[in-house]
């Protein structure tokens, strides 16, 4: 290696922060969220044994297999949606978007598990097809989920966190028919919106492209 390129490394090296989570990132904010964006909300309704409806947004929430569909979140700390899930084994993801944004947000609120969201927020619950589960009617688009499993996330020392992962199978679809195009929903028109950042960070789907797999 020549001194010259030995210097254009080292000046990139220098140019990098790094830094181990378990020592702190001595930040204002911990920047993790913000690198891991933006993610699509999970905006989870689901019922009680009880029949008390709860309905809430989490941050962490992903597709994790098609055939089967497989969806999931993560919830940190055991809250109403998580002992909801563990009681009837039903939730649903409702697509947040653009124009429910401000009413996704007030079912954030930390509210008594005795509080109905869906009223809170002032959003209809409609029943679901396959699952007892209302979802929001407001929505474009709605997944049912029946439980696959809850697991508790240990760290590398195989000590339990504070973080449960629910993964469901979807076993329902609702589609409003105004945001299929020629069979294809229409991401755009929904104007999904998605956790992009710090605390208050939000992003909603803008420009896209098109980009396919290689046949070779």
Known sequence: MSSESGAEVRESVSAVKFYDPAEGHRLPHDPFKAIVAPRMIGWISTRSASGQLNLAPYSFFGAFASVPPIIGFCSEGRKDSLRNIEQTREFVWNLATRTLAEKMNRTSAPVAPNVDEFELAELTPVAGR??????VGETPAALECRLLQITQLND?????????????????????????????????????????????????????????????
């Open 156 to 216: 590398l020392n195989g000590r339990p966190t504070g973080n449960w992962l629910v993964l469901g199978q979807v076993v329902g679809v609702h589609i409003q028919k105004a945001y299929l195009k020629n069979g294809l929903f229409d991401t755009r028109a929904a104007q999904s919106i998605l956790r992009a950042g710090y605390l208050g960070d939000y992003a909603q789907i803008g420009e896209t492209f098109q980009m396919y797999r290689p046949t070779i």
């Open 130 to 135: 396959n699952v007892s589960v209302p979802h």
